[in-house]
């Protein structure tokens, strides 16, 4: 994914992350859980801006379908897109 084409956000708003047929893949729900923590720990650690779209895949952990497979990879594209940019964070206390 590192050579993949950058685009600018997250999500794209005219794609809906619905309940897809179950599959019997292990392998795919495996790999797909383990991408989605990965991005919930940019999210929480690095990346806010990619707070929403993560949640909303992390909650189709258990059956991800193509789509979700497909919005995940998005994701990455734009997080490799704006590894130059910095986020800054406000604590409040």
């Known amino acids: 994914m590192e050579n ?10 005219n794609v809906k992350l619905e309940p897809q047929e179950p599959q ?10 383990s991408l989605t923590g990965s991005l919930m720990y ?13 949640n909303k895949l992390c909650s189709f952990n258990n059956n991800p ?3 979700h497979w497909s919005v995940a990879k998005r994701v990455l594209r734009y997080l490799n897109g704006s590894k130059t940019k ?8």
Do not use: E, F, H, K
Not at 4 to 13: G, K
Not at 42 to 54: D, E, K, L, R
Not at 88 to 93: H, I, Y
């Open 65 to 67: 379908g193509m789509i």
């Open 24 to 33: 019997d893949t292990t392998t795919i729900n495996r790999n797909y859980a």
């Open 4 to 13: 993949a084409n950058t685009v600018s956000t997250p999500l794209d708003p």
């Open 86 to 93: 910095t986020t800054s964070m406000v604590m409040l206390m």
């Open 42 to 54: 940019a999210a929480i650690g690095t990346q806010p801006n990619i707070a929403y779209v993560v």
